[in-house]
């Protein structure tokens, strides 16, 4: 039976729906994998075919938006008219019978390992770490997971991003209780990141002025295995709390670097590929002069501590294939590698718009396609 319209030309359609039912909508696709547009095609498809079709409460809707295929859309738009219902109230009856029809999958076994650690590291600089890293958390966020920010780069980059301040010099730290001079709670320095889906499961621990002088203290700490273990013994305290922990890392090889890697590493007991360790690049060669460094350093430290430490993917980030040769086949010999790439993030303004605004980009454009890149990205992580 040939469909009524081509699933492979779409266009983007906008709603107003209420948070819960979209948030849902988000957290369902997540769990089952599959494309928020192809949930709501299937929704819409099914819909209908449908004689009953219970009201959902639309009160206090804002907007949503995915795409469509053409002629389902038109479909859509006119059986509303002849139901007499309203557009934003079709929309909303198709989600909630997916949801219906598409039950959340059995909860995961409880954790015995603490929350998966997800490290976002490269030794060059400007390659996208912070957006990216702020983009992943955001979209796990969206899903239901509760996810720890940690910005681990002693520039700050992440945190003045999301609006926020780093902590004072003599202000306690995350540096100050890696070094055992924090007296207070680590918990006490998580702020929460508002705005968007993904508001009240999205933490972010800010990075303080004096955390560039942290590789020089590691490197005079005489305790043995203190130097690798200081960011895991600190952030002990609250993996119980989250689902996910992700860090952004300074472009640096550093001691501070070998505690991040060290912490992504598998535990014990932790199936392989959960916890590890997610490059950034760009689409041209110092990226993969820069990763051949990560790699050396991660060869070292696994051989040094008899651990293993996963690199998990690629993201490659702003990436514009009107740049020619150069970025069309950097893309390809990054798309070559052992190790898969989770995403291709284009080179688009609302990024840019977003850091400029001191907003998240989940929360400032959540529909754009960088942000559905973001949440492509987030359910390779999630698995």
């Given at each position: 039976m040939t469909a009524p319209y081509d699933p492979q030309e779409r266009?983007?359609?906008?709603?107003?729906?209420?948070?819960?039912?979209?948030?849902?909508?988000?957290?369902?696709?997540?769990?089952?994998?599959?494309?928020?547009?192809?949930?709501?095609?299937?929704?819409?498809?099914?819909?209908?075919?449908?004689?009953?079709?219970?009201?959902?409460?639309?009160?206090?809707?804002?907007?949503?938006?995915?795409?469509?295929?053409?002629?389902?859309?038109?479909?859509?738009?006119?059986?509303?008219?002849?139901?007499?219902?309203?557009?934003?109230?079709?929309v909303a009856q198709a989600i909630r019978h997916w949801l219906a029809t598409h039950p959340s999958p059995r909860p995961a076994p409880p954790r015995t390992t603490g929350a998966r650690r997800i490290v976002f590291g490269n030794q060059k600089g400007g390659v996208?770490?912070?957006?990216?890293?702020?983009?992943?958390?955001?979209?796990?966020?969206?899903?239901?997971?509760?996810?720890?920010?940690?910005?681990?780069?002693?520039?700050?980059?992440?945190?003045?991003?999301?609006?926020?301040?780093?902590?004072?010099?003599?202000?306690?730290?995350?540096?100050?209780?890696?070094?055992?001079?924090?007296?207070?709670?680590?918990?006490?320095?998580?702020?929460?990141?508002?705005?968007?889906?993904?508001?009240?499961?999205?933490?972010?621990?800010?990075?303080?002025?004096?955390?560039?002088?942290?590789?020089?203290?590691?490197?005079t700490t005489r305790a043995v295995r203190v130097k690798e273990t200081a960011l895991e013994r600190v952030l002990d305290d609250v993996e119980q709390d989250f689902d996910y922990i992700l860090i952004d890392c300074p472009p640096s090889l550093g001691y501070a670097m070998d505690t991040a890697l060290y912490y992504g590493r598998t535990r014990e007991g932790e199936q392989p590929g959960l916890s590890g360790v997610v490059v950034p690049v760009q689409a041209e060669d110092t990226s993969g002069d820069a990763f051949d460094m990560l790699t050396e350093q991660l060869d070292d430290l696994t051989d040094d501590l008899k651990v293993d430490i996963t690199i998990l993917g690629f993201v490659v980030n702003l990436y514009d294939a009107r740049n020619g040769f150069i970025a069309t086949s950097s893309l390809a010999e990054w798309e070559g590698m052992d190790e898969p790439v989770f995403g291709i993030v284009p080179e688009l303004k609302e990024q840019r718009e977003a850091v400029r605004m001191k907003t998240p980009l989940l929360a400032y454009s959540p529909d754009c396609e960088q942000a559905n890149v973001m949440r492509s990205i987030a359910r390779r992580i999630n698995g």
């Open positions: 266009e983007k359609v906008v709603a107003k729906l209420p948070s819960d039912l979209r948030r849902e909508l988000k957290v369902r696709a997540a769990e089952l994998t599959t494309d928020i547009q192809d949930a709501v095609t299937d929704g819409v498809t099914a819909w209908l075919t449908l004689d009953e079709h219970a009201t959902v409460d639309t009160s206090g809707g804002t907007s949503f938006a995915t795409y469509l295929p053409a002629g389902l859309y038109k479909q859509l738009k006119q059986a509303s008219k002849t139901r007499k219902v309203s557009y934003n109230q079709g996208g770490k912070t957006s990216v890293s702020a983009g992943v958390a955001q979209a796990l966020a969206e899903t239901g997971k509760r996810t720890l920010l940690v910005d681990f780069d002693p520039q700050g980059h992440l945190t003045k991003q999301l609006g926020y301040e780093q902590h004072a010099i003599k202000a306690p730290s995350l540096a100050k209780a890696m070094l055992g001079e924090n007296e207070k709670p680590l918990h006490d320095l998580l702020v929460p990141i508002k705005g968007g889906d993904f508001e009240d499961r999205l933490w972010l621990l800010p990075s303080c002025r004096d955390a560039f002088l942290l590789d020089a203290k590691l490197a």
